[in-house]
């Protein structure tokens, strides 16, 4: 279960606890406090805007619905045919269709036929369904008991109101959004420029897909998921592929990729003593900070600057990469996009399997959230927790968050569990 190198260092210890790891939340906060919204606006339809961010409030100019209408088939009148009781008899003098409104007036024992969405008549304040009508003609009978003044009317306004701010600056467009900005005649967005990442990956054993593998050569799998969690996201991409562990190769594609980006973003090569070149060119380039971090998998993290870039030196391992991304990468990312910062729903299920761990480090292993027969939902990890073992990262759904402080999971206990969709 011990697949990360840093930790063969430590196994002489009965835990994990090390003073000098940041733990999870302080190294997310100041990521956060220093990133910016990147400057730079876009108008675009609001098709073409759905995943991006609102950069001003949208305000709507008109009433939704427009006009008082009604919710159901049947047929519209004034509640004071209701006030004396018993079987009601009106006279129909005419139809209201939907975007084809009654042009006349109704008196006293008239009504009007109308269809759902139908503009409800000057007079008129309540709908009887048809089922509950006697036709006979020209005339109809119901019983006014059950008949409530004003049911089954949707109010002019009672969705939105003209003036009324309908989106907040920072939001992410969902398609509720789209359909929300149409029904208030919105066809047009300003929102965030995308930011650009640059990334790549690092390490002499690392070839493409499609080359041969001598022995020790490993295909190069980081790229791949950098390039699904970006693109979800919605950044611009660069991606420039792997560079070798030698120092001027690394020290052209730092350069290359700050001139290029808005944040540069690499993987492997920043753990402490190995023949990775990336923190020493980085130390020499750019105003970079190496931190261990205490969670696992995914102990060494960099971050800072390189020109006039933001950078972020995620850990090799395939299962690291992607927890470190979705951990302190992506809410940097959102930020960066202008977004308002969530966070993401976590909710407590039991777990049915038992949980391996030592105190010290805050864990996330990958678990599979389902229902059983009965329909009560539970969590189970997948196989074997490595920080190589990616398959793991694929059957999951979920992330269990086990705290710097659990020694481990009996199984039934209830866990705090991150499902992907929040995620990805
Ligand atoms: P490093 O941090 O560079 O020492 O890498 C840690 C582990 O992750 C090593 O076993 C590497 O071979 C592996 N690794 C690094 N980069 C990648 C990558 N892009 N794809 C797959 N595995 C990688
Ligand atoms: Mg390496």
Wanted: glycine residues 12%; hydrophobic residues 40%.
């Amino acid at each position: 279960m011990t697949a990360e190198p840093s930790s063969t260092a430590e196994t002489c210890c009965s835990d994990d606890y090390d003073p000098n790891s940041l733990p999870a939340d302080e190294a997310r906060r100041r990521i956060l406090e220093t990133v910016a919204p990147v400057t730079g606006r876009e108008h675009l339809p609001i098709r073409t805007a759905l995943g991006r961010v609102l950069a001003e409030p949208v305000t709507a100019r008109i009433d939704v619905p427009g006009h008082d209408n009604s919710a159901m088939d049947g047929y519209a009148l004034n509640s004071r045919e209701l006030a004396g009781g018993g079987t009601v008899t009106l006279q129909v003098v005419g139809t209201s269709w939907a975007g084809k409104p009654y042009a006349g007036n109704i008196g006293p024992g008239q009504c009007v036929r109308i269809f759902t969405g139908a503009v409800m008549p000057p007079e008129a304040d309540t709908v009887v369904i048809q089922e509950q009508v006697r036709r006979d003609g020209e005339a109809v009978h119901f019983d006014a008991a059950g008949q409530r003044p004003g049911q089954n009317v949707r109010r002019a306004g009672e969705d939105i109101r003209a003036g009324q701010r309908v989106l907040a600056p920072g939001r992410r467009l969902t398609p509720a959004d789209l359909g929300l900005l149409a029904s208030v005649g919105v066809g047009e967005v300003t929102v965030h420029r995308r930011p650009r990442v640059a990334f790549f990956s690092t390490g002499d054993e690392l070839r493409g897909v499609g080359e041969p593998l001598a022995p020790g050569q490993i295909y190069d799998s980081n790229r791949y998921t950098l390039y699904g969690m970006l693109t979800r996201l919605g950044v611009d991409l660069l991606d420039m592929g792997v560079v070798p562990d030698r120092p001027e190769a690394i020290r052209a594609a730092f350069a290359e990729a700050a001139e290029a980006a808005d944040v540069v973003m690499t993987s492997g090569g920043v753990s402490v003593g190995e023949a990775d070149y990336v923190k020493e060119t980085l130390d020499a380039l750019g105003e970079v900070r190496f931190w261990k971090v205490a969670i696992k998998p995914g102990r060494p993290l960099a971050f800072g600057r390189v020109g006039g870039a933001w950078f972020f030196g995620l850990p090799g391992n395939p299962v690291s990469v992607m927890v470190t991304f979705y951990l302190f990468a992506q809410p940097a990312l959102r930020r960066m996009m202008g977004e308002t910062p969530t966070e993401p729903l976590h909710i407590r299920v039991p777990c049915t399997t038992a949980l391996k761990k030592r105190p010290g480090r805050m864990e996330f292993q990958r678990g599979v959230l389902e229902r059983d027969p009965q329909g009560r939902w539970s969590v189970r990890k997948t196989g074997p927790q490595g920080s190589g073992i990616l398959s793991s990262m694929s059957e999951a759904n979920c992330l269990i968050v086990l705290p710097l402080e659990s020694a481990g999971v009996e199984p039934g206990a209830e866990v705090e569990v991150i499902p992907f969709c929040e995620l990805t």
